[in-house]
């Protein structure tokens, strides 16, 4: 079956420490991004990647890395300057051109820092 | 900038009432207009889109219409089912700029009593 696959599923690690999330996906799409959401509100984009080893910034980038070397993989790095890094986290893909494209979204992770 | 602004919930109603969730916009250009589903602990759906206006997109009994004169883009449902609680997130996407992002409403949960 063909989707997005984001492990694990919760994850939990204590303040000051780094952390990394992972986004596979076997849908063959170029585009890919990461989310967060919090309780109550709706989702805010963090990075975006169009093609490997291509990535830009969204609207809450500071305190988050990632990199795009495989087209299939996205992974997220929480950093240690993240000052509020607990929430859940998607990660998305995206088919289509022009005004006709969709995008499709893994299961999440959700992450607790104490 | 480019906002969405939905219902605010939660909204509760009985087995095979009508549901109608608001979601209004704000955009440069033409978006393409989503709706999407959350169910507990998971990730979002594509419910349905519309991609210009008076387009009505349409899936599992939902409905919603395009509405350029009024930049609306509500949800509707005949008849809901207990397996409709969830939250609802109405998005908005642009084209022109190569990111082609999603804009999201902070969500509506809905709750659907037997």
């Known amino acids: 079956d063909g989707g997005i696959t984001q492990s694990p599923k919760y994850l939990f690690r204590k303040e000051g420490q780094n952390v990394t999330l992972s986004c596979e996906q076997n849908l063959n799409h170029d585009a890919m991004y990461w989310y967060r959401q919090d309780p109550g509100q709706g989702l805010r984009l963090i990075y975006y990647s169009q093609i490997v080893n291509d990535f830009q910034k969204g609207d809450i980038a500071e305190g988050y890395s990632v990199s795009r070397e495989k087209k299939e993989s996205f992974p997220l790095t929480v950093t240690s300057a993240q000052k509020n890094p607990t929430a859940f986290y998607l990660c998305a893909s995206r088919t289509g051109t022009g005004n006709h494209y969709e995008q499709y979204f893994g299961p999440g992770t959700r992450l607790t820092v104490t | ?114």
Not at chain 2, 67 to 77: I, P, Q, V, Y
């Open chain 2, 1 to 114: 900038g480019n906002s969405v602004t939905q219902m605010e919930g939660p909204v509760t109603l009985s087995e095979e009432a009508f549901l109608t969730i608001n979601c209004t916009y704000t955009a440069t250009g033409y978006p393409s207009l989503f709706w999407y589903v959350q169910y507990p602990g998971e990730g979002l759906q594509l419910l349905l889109k519309a991609t210009k206006a008076d387009d009505k997109g349409s899936n599992k009994g939902f409905e919603a219409t395009y509405r350029k004169e009024t930049t609306s883009f509500h949800l509707e449902k005949g008849s809901v089912q207990v397996s409709d609680s969830a939250v609802y997130f109405c998005a908005l996407g642009l084209s022109s700029g190569s990111a082609r992002q999603l804009t999201f409403g902070s969500g509506t949960q809905l709750t659907v009593l037997p």
